[in-house]
């Protein structure tokens, strides 16, 4: 017969082994955040987000708050659909998002107005019964031909940064045309685009699309968040309807998916470094995210800093990556060299030329003068 002290003593033995089990557990959960907007990117405040999937027991609702943005509580990793519904406006469904382990997912959503309706009374004969719904596409026999874009004016697509202070958002990728359970898109894929020539859509345009990521303190509250902004590539409209579009993938930096925003093409001429100058050691800026919200990064990757062109940065400007011992009041240890490639108000891009370590997120930043 075990004794109370033996029980006692397997009971604690049982619940220290099962702790750390529930803490890796809740660090494996997932969250998805986003922004819910109107047709003209309005906010939204109180717009319904309800995800379904086999990684919930039952659906999860959540509702916009005051700037229209939205987060869940934590959710199991897996396979969800998710749809944003408000009155008077038309309800969307992004059918298939898959969370990762311990990934907090950014999917922003458009709506547009719900179409009116009246009720009326009929006396007589009974009405018709509707039409039946419209035809699948019909599969395209050949594919469509984008206009070619000149390599250089590619040179000016890729990279992250920090999202504009106004939106430019025009529409979103919706779905594959072909096959709607596609996820994940890229070069060549001929795509359906959520905005038509009612909005201006017009063969031949170009867009850049992006999609925004979280970084910093991803457990800090969806108003505190901080979010970064990925380019997906480049699309060009080949077809369009009075409602949606129909674009080509162009130039992919990465993978495409439904609910990627599609932006206004600006060009910029490719970057011509400037002369070297000497490094201004004394007044750094400092890296603050990489490529989708990476925090490493090394030799031709693409990282941001905290300093824009109202600071007087300037594309093709030379730049010295360094570190500091003793608290940030040693001397200057150099990590490595880059280059301005993009430049906005408060922040800008930069392409690591050479490293003599990994590049991280935190290391400061001496511009050349």
């Known amino acids: 017969m075990r004794s109370p002290v033996s029980s006692l003593a397997l009971a ?11 803490i890796g557990a809740q660090a494996d959960q997932s969250r998805l955040t986003g922004r819910v907007t109107d047709g ?28 229209g943005q939205y987060q869940t509580p934590p959710l199991p990793p897996g396979a969800y659909s998710v749809t944003f519904e408000m009155s008077g406006f038309e309800t969307r469904t992004n059918p298939t998002i898959v969370l990762g382990p311990g990934e907090v997912f950014v999917l922003d959503r458009q709506l547009g107005l719900a179409a009116l309706t009246e009720t009326v009374t009929v006396t007589g004969e009974a009405p018709k019964p509707p ?35 106004v939106s430019y958002t025009v529409g979103h990728i919706a779905a594959h045309r072909d096959d709607p359970r596609r996820e994940l898109y890229g070069p060549g894929d001929v795509l359906l685009v959520d905005v038509g020539a009612d909005m ?18 991803k457990s800090a509250p969806a108003k505190h968040a901080t979010f970064g902004e990925h380019t997906a590539g480049l699309v060009q409209v080949v077809d ?18 439904a609910g990627d925003a599609l932006e206004p093409f600006d060009p910029m001429p490719v970057v011509t470094a400037q002369a070297e100058g000497s490094p201004q050691f004394d007044d750094p800026a400092r ?11 090394g030799p031709q990757q693409l990282m941001v800093i905290d300093r824009g062109f109202n600071q007087g940065v300037a594309r093709g400007q030379r730049l010295t990556i ?42 400061l930043v001496a511009l050349h003068r």
Do not use: H, W
Request: some cysteine; glycine content about 10%.
């Open 12 to 22: 604690v033995l049982v619940a220290t082994l099962a702790g750390p089990v529930a």
């Open 322 to 363: 360094f570190r500091r011992s003793m608290g940030e009041r040693g001397p200057a240890t150099s990590v490595g060299d880059a280059i301005v490639v993009v430049t906005r108000p408060q922040s800008a891009t930069i392409r690591i030329e050479r490293v003599s370590d990994v590049v991280e997120v935190g290391d």
């Open 240 to 257: 369009t309807t009075p409602e949606t579009s129909v674009v080509v993938v162009v130039y992919a930096c990465g993978e495409f998916m």
């Open 287 to 297: 890296i603050v995210f990489g490529e989708l919200g990476r925090v490493t990064s």
């Open 40 to 67: 003209s990117g309005g906010a939204l405040p109180g717009a319904t987000v309800t995800m379904t999937g086999p990684g919930a027991s039952r659906p999860v609702t959540v509702v916009t708050d005051e700037v």
């Open 200 to 217: 201006g859509m017009k063969a031949g345009q170009n867009f850049v699309v992006r999609r925004r990521f979280r970084y910093g303190d």
């Open 131 to 165: 039409p039946p719904p419209a035809a699948p596409l019909p599969p395209l026999r050949t594919r469509p031909q984008a206009v070619p874009v000149p390599k250089a004016m590619l040179a000016s697509v890729c990279g992250p940064d920090k999202p504009a202070d």
